[in-house]
């Protein structure tokens, strides 16, 4: 457990419009129920959520620095969370365009001293391109695997979840809606971010 004394900590979530609450009637997205569990005193936790709809991995690492050091400051523990988009296969950018793009963005960041919490892609409702974002998710998780960064599967658990292609299947825009923003929630929840901001969960 952190001490009263811990510095102040901000986060900056990027990636693509699946990090905003588009789709989902409660207005929450999963990053809104995300930030509901998280203690926000002690130390306190700034979360700032920064979408661009559509973005592929190269545009992302093309801002996700001028986005940061708008946000940081030289006295709070400064975190950076990529929420990686499943953009890029329908884009024509390759897995290995794509990894080297996570992988500058990582390098930098370790360089700077900036702890670093990643979510795969998701799934998509084309199911035809769910191969090549299967091989994606795959290669982004090496990447944080070899650097010792965690990371999120959100694919392997969502990609046959009933709820989950139904919900995209009717969706006019595509996006999860209150379920699926829940499931990545609790898939976020679950796998590390407690541990990453080494803080205990809120008890309701």
Same mark, same amino acid.
């Given at each position: 457990?952190?001490?009263?004394?811990?510095?102040?900590?901000?986060?900056?979530?990027?990636?693509? +419009?699946?990090?905003?609450?588009?789709?989902?009637?409660?207005?929450?997205?999963?990053?809104?129920?995300?930030?509901?569990?998280?203690?926000?005193?002690?130390?306190?936790?700034?979360?700032?959520?920064?979408?661009?709809?559509?973005?592929?991995?190269? +545009?992302?690492?093309?801002?996700?620095?001028?986005?940061?050091?708008?946000?940081?400051?030289?006295?709070?523990?400064?975190?950076?969370?990529?929420?990686?988009?499943?953009?890029?296969?329908?884009?024509?950018?390759? !897995?290995?365009?794509?990894?080297?793009?996570?992988?500058?963005?990582?390098?930098?960041?370790?360089?700077?001293?900036?702890? !670093?919490?990643?979510?795969?892609?998701?799934?998509?409702?084309?199911?035809?391109?769910?191969?090549?974002?299967?091989?994606?998710?795959?290669?982004? @998780?090496?990447?944080?695997?070899?650097?010792?960064?965690?990371?999120?599967?959100?694919?392997?658990?969502?990609?046959?979840? @009933? =709820?989950?292609?139904? @919900?995209?299947?009717?969706?006019?825009?595509?996006?999860?809606?209150?379920?699926?923003? =829940?499931?990545?929630?609790?898939?976020?929840?679950?796998?590390?971010?407690?541990?990453?901001?080494?803080?205990?969960?809120?008890?309701?």
């Amino acid at each position: 457990m952190l001490s009263s004394t811990a510095a102040d900590i901000r986060i900056v979530i990027i990636g693509d +419009q699946i990090i905003g609450a588009s789709g989902d009637s409660k207005g929450m997205g999963w990053v809104g129920r995300v930030t509901a569990r998280t203690p926000a005193s002690n130390p306190r936790i700034d979360i700032f959520a920064l979408p661009v709809p559509e973005e592929t991995s190269a +545009q992302l690492a093309e801002r996700w620095k001028s986005e940061m050091q708008l946000r940081f400051s030289p006295t709070t523990d400064n975190r950076l969370v990529i929420a990686l988009s499943n953009n890029d296969p329908a884009n024509g950018i390759t !897995v290995s365009r794509s990894r080297l793009n996570l992988a500058n963005i990582l390098d930098d960041c370790r360089r700077s001293g900036v702890k !670093v919490f990643l979510v795969g892609p998701v799934p998509h409702r084309n199911r035809k391109l769910n191969a090549e974002i299967e091989h994606l998710a795959a290669g982004f @998780e090496d990447v944080a695997s070899r650097r010792g960064i965690p990371f999120v599967d959100c694919f392997r658990p969502l990609v046959d979840h @009933e =709820g989950w292609k139904n @919900e995209l299947a009717s969706a006019s825009n595509g996006l999860p809606g209150q379920l699926g923003h =829940g499931l990545i929630a609790w898939l976020v929840l679950n796998r590390g971010w407690f541990s990453w901001l080494e803080i205990e969960e809120a008890t309701d």
